[in-house]
């Protein structure tokens, strides 16, 4: 299995910044795509930042010019760097990764727990 955990999340003022990590553990075979997404109150969850299985990345409108997704592979960890916050960016941000375990066929999403971010004065 995969276990994802993510960190960094708090409260923030407006137009400050914020950097979310996620670590992935467990039986990986090969990890094929890792994204950020977030869900606020009442709301759905929406994609905000992912690699494609290509490597290259994909961000959403509301988010492009102020996050930045990056990675290293090295400690299978994605990071998100927000900066420019703003109120509307409260939520709870989750990642999920699309990855293969050893001794078992297929690949399969998983997700982690999700970090609270606050954006308020």
């Known amino acids: 299995q995969v276990q994802l955990v993510e960190s960094g999340g708090g409260l923030v003022q407006p137009g400050g910044s914020l950097r979310l990590s996620c670590e992935a553990s467990?039986?990986?075979?090969?990890?094929?795509?890792m994204s950020w997404y977030r869900q606020a109150p009442g709301k759905q969850r929406e994609l905000v930042a992912g690699?494609?299985?290509?490597?290259?990345?994909n961000y959403a409108d509301s988010v492009k010019g102020r996050f930045t997704i990056s990675r290293d592979n090295g400690k299978n960890t994605i990071y998100l760097q927000m900066n420019s916050l703003k109120p509307e960016d409260t939520a709870v941000y989750y990642c999920?990764?699309?990855?293969?375990?050893?001794?078992?066929?297929?690949?399969?999403?998983?997700w982690g727990q999700g970090t609270q971010v606050i954006v308020s004065s």
């Open positions: 467990g039986t990986i075979s090969s990890i094929i795509r």
């Open positions: 690699f494609t299985s290509g490597g290259s990345t």
């Open positions: 999920n990764a699309l990855a293969s375990v050893i001794s078992r066929s297929g690949s399969y999403l998983y």
